[in-house]
């Protein structure tokens, strides 16, 4: 079966001419799936039966509803938790903005990073996601808000860049003018550092914003935090950061998670003024989600009085609210806990 949401117009054009169907017909099709935003084939009036029952053998229609949903008491960050087609879980998370809604998606059913402070690879690797499961999100998120996102980040479970492909296909599916039509200035693309894929990202120039987990400022710090860097090191990152800004004349923004007693002293403050100090970036501080594997945490407080340290030093610096931390809306959280309890059961 052919993931019909993996599908730009050319292609399911294609696809509609393989199944001796008129052109038009994708036109169409395309615009009940992109636009507005049907469940099943059934919901398309004024496409034929025989055409229906085609498409239908031949095509899988992702639509998702949520399992389950947790909305968040102290601002408007709503979790969805999806089931996929294949049974296993991801999450979603919705958080309302005074611009509109931005949908952080999922990007793989697991992770193989093993960042320390995260959620999402602790039970390890499963698959990636294909690009129309990325896309179902968005639209299972919308339908849900009644709402077009403003923005869509791609800060859920996974690694995006470890799943380039389906990454590029999706930006290329979600921004067909045809269909949802996008804009790719208003999609984030987070990643915690595979440096080759920063270079094939920058060279697409598709117009995304990129962001990069960096959470420490020197290879010690940051190996110990995040094992990528010891195959990435923060010299080849910033390299490929400043190369991504002149091939797409794109800000970077750097995320870092202020944990306490880890990453955010004086000495680690400096150490970040002077990786960064000379870059047109923006540094977006998150107080740690504590997850239970750790000890980690931290607080607005820290967060501000890290900001303190390097606005005094010339940065760029913002605080991102934190969203949704009574629902664990740290990344992968929440997928575990239904494992968890699933085994139970
Ligand atoms: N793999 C990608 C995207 C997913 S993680 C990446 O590494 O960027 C999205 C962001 O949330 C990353 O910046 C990640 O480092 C951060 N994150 C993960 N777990 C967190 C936690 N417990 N507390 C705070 N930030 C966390």
């Not at 490929?240 to 091939?247: F, I, N, Q, S």
Request: proline residues 2%; glycine residues 6%; aromatic residues 6%.
């Amino acid at each position: 079966m052919l993931d019909i949401l993996s599908l730009t117009l050319d292609e399911l054009t294609e696809q509609i001419i393989l199944i001796d169907e008129l052109k038009y017909r994708a036109k169409q099709i395309f615009t009940w799936l992109h636009v507005k935003k049907i469940s099943e084939f059934s919901e398309m009036t004024d496409i034929p039966k025989a055409l229906i029952k085609k498409l239908n053998e031949k095509f899988i229609l992702h639509s998702y509803k949520p399992t389950e949903i947790f909305q968040s008491f102290r601002d408007n960050t709503v979790k969805y938790l999806f089931m996929l087609s294949d049974g296993e879980y991801v999450e979603t998370v919705v958080m309302r903005y005074k611009r509109g809604i931005s949908v952080c998606v999922s990007t793989q059913v697991g992770c193989k990073m093993g960042c320390k402070f995260c959620a999402s690879g602790i039970a390890g690797f499963i698959r990636n996601l294909s690009p129309g499961e990325i896309v179902a999100q968005i639209y299972a998120a919308e339908r849900i808000s009644a709402e077009n996102a403003a923005g869509v980040v791609l800060m859920g479970i996974g690694e995006p860049l470890d799943n380039f492909d389906n990454t590029v296909r999706f930006l290329n599916v979600i921004s067909d003018k045809a269909g949802r039509n996008m804009s790719l200035r208003h999609v984030s693309v987070s990643t915690c550092g595979i440096v080759p894929k920063i270079y094939s990202l920058a060279e697409l120039k598709t117009g995304i914003t990129l962001s990069i987990s960096l959470h420490a400022a020197t290879d010690i710090k940051r190996s110990k935090l995040m094992p990528v860097n010891d195959v990435y090191n923060i010299s080849a990152l910033i390299k490929a950061c400043d190369e991504y800004l002149k091939l797409t004349g794109r800000r970077v923004s750097f995320e870092y998670s202020v944990i306490d007693g880890e990453n955010n002293s004086r000495e680690d403050a400096d150490a970040l003024i002077k990786l960064l100090k000379t870059k047109n970036c923006h540094v977006n501080l998150i107080p740690v989600n504590s997850i239970r594997e750790t000890t980690f945490h931290s607080g607005k407080k820290s967060a501000e009085a890290f900001k303190l340290l390097l606005t005094k030093g010339g940065l760029n610096v913002t605080v991102r609210r934190t969203l949704g931390t009574d629902i664990d809306a740290a990344c992968g959280q929440l997928r575990r806990t239904k494992k968890d309890t699933a085994k139970v059961k």
